[in-house]
């Protein structure tokens, strides 16, 4: 059983930056694509980003391009996402999640195609 563990969320102003992590455990994460969504209250949940098994190839939701980075280390099973100047609308819960039947690269914004989810971090920005 795959487990994430999410942190680096808090509050900021606008135009900060945040890096959350995100632990991986419980099985090889180099099996696993892996991909940072994000969700307000009452909303769906968005994607925001996603990166595949070796860290060679990224994908982002167009409106946190260039923003937001994702990266992941193989070696430390982690993963994690750069957000620079934040702004409010921003503020959301994300949530890191993992995939592991290599899905195609455009599919990874879908939340049904992720395998397993992490409890989340909340983001908050303030203007």
């Known amino acids: 059983q795959v487990h994430l563990v999410e942190s680096g969320g808090g509050a900021v102003q606008s135009g900060g930056s945040l890096s959350l992590s995100c632990t991986f455990s419980?099985?090889?994460?180099?099996?696993?694509?892996m991909g940072w969504l994000r969700q307000a209250p009452g909303k769906e949940r968005e994607f925001v980003a996603a990166?595949?098994?070796?860290?060679?190839?990224?994908y982002y939701a167009d409106s946190v391009k260039p923003r937001f980075t994702i990266s992941r280390d193989n070696a430390k099973n982690m993963v994690y996402l750069q957000i620079n100047s934040l702004r409010p609308e921003d503020t959301d819960v994300y949530y890191c999640?993992?995939?592991?039947?290599?899905?195609?690269?455009?599919?990874?914004?879908?939340?049904?195609?992720?395998?397993?989810w992490g409890q989340g971090t909340k983001v908050a920005v303030s203007s």
């Open positions: 419980g099985r090889s994460f180099s099996m696993y694509a």
């Open positions: 990166i595949n098994w070796n860290g060679g190839d990224t």
């Open positions: 999640a993992a995939e592991c039947e290599g899905v195609p690269k455009a599919q990874l914004d879908q939340d049904s195609k992720y395998d397993y």
